[in-house]
């Protein structure tokens, strides 16, 4: 996979994912993290999670953060960087002190079984989802209670050998899709927004429930990170801003 190499700030309309099997993480690994990278803020929440996973989980996505913000930064030292967290959830680079770069990119998160991964955009505002395709699921029923109407139909249409992967396809875009608008997933109305997804993998907006802000565009991609997971990336830029180029990385990178 490309590396980030000599990327600087100043490249506009990229997006950088990272991704990272958090199990491959030592537990040395991890306490190392939380003593020198995380901030206080974090190791409370780490203190306060319900289950040591979700522990693991937070300490690998924080550490994932900050050496793929550092990367696409050319920002030496994981370790000084500092992140806030908005009142629906959604991470940002915090201002104080980092205002060049809290305002050069923009960061979203997720987990799922054996994937984190952190997409890092330079121009615009991102979203990431993962899922695990061995997840078990009711496709049909949860499309219907969850989806558009356009995109539990399309679940619906699906072939039976097909359609949890339909599925997994329009759950992780629905949950990019909030997590550039930094609300909770149950809060979006099932209506809101609907996508169409080509066989060839492109996907574009089909409605979202009300009229678009002329001054804003979407795009979204569709990745398959390793065999086992599926990988969803919304993105929210000006009217006149190119659509960013998208590179997928391994963290720690092989080798
Ligand atoms: C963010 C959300 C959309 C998805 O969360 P999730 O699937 O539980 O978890 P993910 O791993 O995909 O994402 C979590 C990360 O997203 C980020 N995040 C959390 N809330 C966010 C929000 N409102 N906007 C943007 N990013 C958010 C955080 O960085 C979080 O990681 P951290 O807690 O380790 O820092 C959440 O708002 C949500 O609604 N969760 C419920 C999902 C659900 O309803 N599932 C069952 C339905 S059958």
Redesign the pocket.
Known sequence: MAAVGATTVGDRAAIDVWITDPGAASSADRERWLDEWLDEAERARVRDARSPSRQA??VV?RALLRSAVAAVCGVPAPAGLRFTTAP????SLALDGQERLASAVDV?????RGLAACAVARGGRV?V?AEHRGRRTEPIA?ARR?FSAGDAAAVEAAAPGERAERFLERWTLR?AY??VL?????ELPRDSVAFGVESSGSVRLEGTGSAQPADQRWAFWLLRPTSGHVLALAWRGGAGEPTPSVTLHRWPSPG
């Open positions: 989980e937070i996505g629906g959830g959604r991470p979203s998160l997720a987990h799922t979203g989802d949860i969850f949950e909030t997590k930094g609300v909770p997933l149950l």
